[in-house]
């Protein structure tokens, strides 16, 4: 089937129009990689039992040849995915299937003698919980992290490149103390960077104690083991995660409901970023570079619309509600166990996705982006009335009590002219000379604090 017509039959967007984030989280969260994981962690297990539990048919196994076990996990292809589903069709059960397909290969390496040792102790969940977790673990590593790290910089670099471009600032949608678009830029880069150290700081856990949490299946075969602290060395040292040591037979998703948060909250300052953006460009303070061959409405020949980020709040508000969905559902089970996880946590590549997409989409929409000084220039010229905080603030120093409500009769309400404002702070002859002329001196465009040296600070 060629691309385009295997598209056209997709249900979700990430496997056809947005086929190229599917392929950067295909190693990750589909069923091929759930499988894959399977048999990973079903290898370690088994090679761990091999290198760590003294017990006589362990003990013959010549520890030299192991590599050749974990060749079953690390060679693993399509072709023995194809194998596992063919055996869960009798089975009917996932995790079973990758049991006996290791038992197979097993046989056919000449090690018919550990076959009773794959998953031995284990329940289905000590699988998929550190099944999961490696998927989370590596997926955030290797893509959804660098890509989030990457945006952030961007935006940094932003700030800098902007960080002398006065703008009029708007509070409640309304002329304000003047900023610059780097400062602004600058506050972005900081939230995003914070929330993604959030995303870093969090233990990605898992726990490996068999049925109901309490080791009682391996403890009746190896009673002199201390297993708690088995397992711990097991999840931690072979497996890479944090190990959990008071679950039921589940583990309790509780880490990937702060992943999941964290995720969305990184999704809504990206997404107030894009309604910010969709703003200023409407007030034409950035404008966008048309693509020839474009069109940006079908009957507006003069449209270039800011398309990029209202498809980033598409995706943000996709991947937001499959965080929360999951988020949701993940922490609840009943008693010690039910499997209503299990279909629900078969959605994390959508949570991921819809978020990587949404980023792409923003930075599309930065890249088409230039500011427009004129306008900028222009808005601020005609704005001196914003001139009334520093005014005021200076009369304060000086004792005088009804400085804001003289400055606020003066402005409120109205559009000041520059000669306006300059004879009223030239007739304010309580002021020293020096404080008088720093006002007459001062522009909308100059009055922008520190901001240009916040937009500097090293995140």
């Given at each position: 089937?060629e691309?385009l017509?295997?598209?056209?039959?997709t249900?979700?967007p990430?496997?056809?129009r947005?086929g190229?984030i599917?392929?950067?989280?295909k190693?990750?969260?589909?069923?091929?990689?759930?499988?894959?994981?399977?048999?990973?962690?079903?290898?370690?297990?088994?090679?761990f039992?091999?290198?760590?539990?003294d017990c006589e048919i362990?003990?013959?196994f010549?520890k030299?040849t192991?590599?050749k076990?974990e060749?079953?996990?690390?060679?693993?292809?399509?072709?023995d995915f194809?194998?596992i589903?063919?055996i869960?069709?009798v089975?009917?059960h996932d995790v079973k299937?990758?049991?006996y397909?290791?038992?197979s290969?097993?046989?056919?390496?000449?090690?018919?003698e550990?076959?009773?040792?794959v998953?031995?102790g284990?329940t289905?969940?000590?699988?998929?919980?550190t099944?999961?977790?490696?998927?989370?673990?590596h997926g955030?590593?290797?893509v959804w992290?660098?890509?989030?790290?990457e945006?952030a910089?961007i935006?940094?670099?932003?700030?800098?490149?902007?960080?002398?471009?006065a703008m009029l600032a708007?509070?409640h949608?309304?002329?304000a103390t003047?900023t610059?678009?780097?400062?602004?830029?600058?506050v972005?880069a900081?939230?995003?960077k914070?929330?993604?150290?959030?995303?870093?700081?969090?233990k990605?856990?898992a726990?490996f104690?068999?049925?109901?949490?309490n080791y009682s299946?391996i403890?009746?075969a190896?009673p002199?083991?201390?297993?708690?602290?088995?397992?711990k060395k097991?999840?931690?040292?072979y497996?890479?995660?944090?190990?959990n040591?008071l679950?039921t037979?589940?583990?309790s998703?509780?880490?990937?409901?702060h992943i999941?948060?964290?995720i969305r909250?990184f999704n809504n300052?990206?997404?107030d970023?894009?309604?910010?953006?969709?703003?200023?460009?409407?007030?034409?303070?950035?404008k966008?570079?048309p693509?020839k061959?474009?069109?940006?409405?079908?009957?507006?020949?003069h449209?270039?619309?800011p398309i990029r980020f209202e498809?980033?709040?598409a995706?943000?508000?996709m991947?937001?509600n499959i965080?929360m969905?999951?988020s949701?559902k993940l922490?609840?089970s009943?008693?010690q166990r039910?499997?209503?996880?299990s279909?629900?946590?078969?959605?994390?590549?959508?949570?991921?996705?819809?978020?990587?997409?949404?980023?792409n989409e923003t930075k599309?929409?930065?890249?088409k982006?230039v500011i427009?000084e004129?306008?900028?220039a222009?808005?601020?010229?005609?704005?001196?009335?914003?001139?009334a905080?520093?005014i005021?603030?200076?009369?304060?120093k000086?004792g005088?009590?009804?400085a804001y409500?003289?400055?606020?009769?003066?402005?409120?309400g109205?559009?000041?002219s520059?000669e306006?404002?300059?004879?009223?702070?030239n007739?304010?002859?309580?002021?020293?000379e020096e404080?008088?002329?720093?006002?007459?001196?001062m522009t909308p465009?100059s009055?922008?604090g520190?901001a240009?040296q916040?937009?500097?600070?090293?995140?």
């Amino acid at each position: 089937m060629e691309k385009l017509e295997f598209e056209c039959y997709t249900l979700s967007p990430l496997d056809g129009r947005y086929g190229f984030i599917k392929d950067q989280l295909k190693d990750y969260f589909s069923e091929y990689a759930l499988v894959k994981y399977r048999v990973y962690v079903e290898i370690q297990w088994l090679k761990f039992l091999l290198e760590n539990i003294d017990c006589e048919i362990l003990s013959k196994f010549d520890k030299n040849t192991i590599s050749k076990i974990e060749e079953i996990a690390t060679n693993f292809g399509y072709e023995d995915f194809k194998k596992i589903k063919e055996i869960e069709g009798v089975t009917r059960h996932d995790v079973k299937a990758v049991e006996y397909y290791i038992d197979s290969r097993l046989r056919d390496l000449g090690y018919d003698e550990l076959q009773s040792f794959v998953h031995i102790g284990c329940t289905s969940e000590d699988i998929n919980n550190t099944s999961y977790a490696s998927m989370i673990k590596h997926g955030l590593e290797d893509v959804w992290l660098p890509k989030a790290k990457e945006f952030a910089n961007i935006i940094d670099g932003l700030a800098n490149q902007y960080k002398d471009v006065a703008m009029l600032a708007h509070t409640h949608g309304q002329p304000a103390t003047p900023t610059t678009i780097g400062k602004e830029f600058k506050v972005y880069a900081y939230r995003l960077k914070s929330s993604i150290q959030n995303i870093e700081d969090i233990k990605i856990k898992a726990k490996f104690n068999g049925a109901t949490g309490n080791y009682s299946a391996i403890l009746t075969a190896f009673p002199n083991v201390d297993w708690p602290a088995t397992a711990k060395k097991f999840v931690e040292d072979y497996l890479g995660l944090t190990f959990n040591p008071l679950t039921t037979q589940i583990e309790s998703h509780d880490y990937t409901c702060h992943i999941l948060d964290g995720i969305r909250h990184f999704n809504n300052v990206l997404v107030d970023l894009d309604v910010d953006m969709w703003l200023y460009i409407s007030m034409e303070y950035f404008k966008q570079i048309p693509v020839k061959g474009e069109v940006g409405s079908s009957t507006m020949p003069h449209k270039v619309n800011p398309i990029r980020f209202e498809n980033s709040e598409a995706n943000v508000d996709m991947s937001n509600n499959i965080c929360m969905a999951l988020s949701n559902k993940l922490p609840k089970s009943r008693m010690q166990r039910d499997l209503s996880d299990s279909s629900s946590q078969r959605n994390l590549g959508l949570a991921f996705g819809y978020s990587l997409q949404a980023i792409n989409e923003t930075k599309n929409g930065l890249a088409k982006c230039v500011i427009n000084e004129e306008k900028l220039a222009s808005d601020l010229n005609e704005k001196w009335e914003v001139l009334a905080e520093p005014i005021q603030t200076m009369l304060r120093k000086y004792g005088i009590a009804d400085a804001y409500d003289q400055l606020k009769a003066l402005t409120r309400g109205k559009n000041i002219s520059k000669e306006a404002i300059m004879e009223f702070a030239n007739g304010l002859d309580v002021l020293s000379e020096e404080d008088r002329q720093t006002l007459l001196d001062m522009t909308p465009a100059s009055y922008i604090g520190v901001a240009n040296q916040l937009a500097d600070i090293e995140l």
